[in-house]
Every structure is written in structure tokens, then in C-alpha cells.
């Protein structure tokens, strides 16, 4: 499975749904969220890994962090309820997939209230790898590298348009 990220489709915000996931893949994101969305704790399991991966990014999520011995730690309870939060929006969105007008308002309005928060655009993309791995976790070898991939396509278009928000509330805020 190739890095996609550096593709140039990832930074035009006015293509649509189409242009980054076939009917194919559309089939396998939505066959697999059967699974997933029954599973309480893959958001848990994505913010875990993400920090795994990332822990400067704590300090974003004050919410769902706690001070303890001068270092934050993770409120588990906090972060499984955002992660179900997550999740669930996660869920309208492939719900939504036929639908790109809605989905693309969505997603775009999800990345302005994200952009009061400090999430910069080039965030966004750290996000995949946790989500993959947390996917992989719950599906286990039924998430198949096509489905990885479909997954993937998935998240580059909403990684788009979210960052089409993100950079639309940071040129309101200036």
C-alpha cells in the first residue's frame, strides 16, 4: 500500500468524493463500518495510538487530559467518550458517502470548530496511522489491504475538506 499523502489530489479542495474512492472502495468502507461501529472502543483505541504516536499533540486535548506528577496523562474515561464522539462523526460520514455536497459541508465545518482548538492542517495526516492500526485491531484479517486502502481514500478526502475548514476559520480568526 503506497503513501498517497504527498499526492497532489490531497490539496485541491473542490474535488469531490469520486474523484478519490471508487464504487469498489465504497463497498468495502461500508461493509467493514458494519463491524467497527459496534465496537465501543476503536475511538479509545485510536487517541491511544495516536499519543503513542504523537504525545506532543496532549497538550491539544485538554479536555481529556489530566495533570499528574508535572506530566499530562490521559483521563481514559474523557478520551473514550471523545473517541466515541469521533467515532460517531466518523460514522455520518460514511453514511454520507453518496452524498458529497452534505458531506463535504460536514466535514469543512468540522474542521473550523477544530481550528479554534489549534489543529493546524498539517496535522490532520498524523491521524491515519492511528486510525489504520486501530481499524486493523478491531476488523483483524478482514481488514485486508484492500480495504486499508479503501479506508485510506476515505480519509484523504475527508482529511481535504476538513483542512479546507481549517484553513477557512484561521483566515476568519486573523
Not at 474535488?15 to 464504487?23: C, R
Not at 474515561?77 to 473517541?83: D, F, W
Not at 495526516?125 to 479506508?151: E, H, K, Y
Amino acid at each position: 500500500m503506497g503513501c498517497t499523502y504527498s499526492d497532489v489530489r490531497f490539496d485541491y479542495p473542490d474535488l469531490q468524493i469520486t474523484s478519490f474512492v471508487s464504487e469498489e472502495e465504497v463497498k468495502l468502507v461500508l461493509d467493514s463500518w458494519k463491524i467497527i461501529r459496534n465496537d465501543t472502543t476503536v475511538g479509545l483505541h485510536v487517541f491511544t495510538r495516536f499519543f503513542q504516536m504523537h504525545p506532543e499533540f496532549k497538550k491539544l486535548f485538554t479536555e481529556q487530559m489530566m495533570v499528574e506528577d508535572n506530566d499530562l496523562k490521559v483521563n481514559e474515561e474523557k478520551l473514550r467518550h471523545h473517541g466515541n464522539i469521533v467515532m460517531e462523526g466518523l460514522g455520518a460520514a460514511v453514511e454520507s458517502l453518496d452524498d458529497s455536497v452534505f458531506l463535504s459541508n460536514v466535514l469543512v465545518t468540522m474542521g473550523e470548530s477544530h481550528a479554534r482548538h489549534n489543529v493546524k492542517p498539517e496535522m490532520v495526516i498524523l491521524l491515519w496511522p492511528a486510525i489504520r492500526d486501530a481499524f486493523n485491531g478491531c476488523l483483524g484479517s478482514d481488514f485486508t489491504s484492500q480495504m486499508a486502502t479503501a479506508w485510506e481514500h476515505v480519509f484523504e478526502y475527508m482529511a481535504t475538506k476538513f483542512k479546507e475548514g481549517l484553513r477557512k476559520e484561521s483566515k476568519h480568526a486573523r
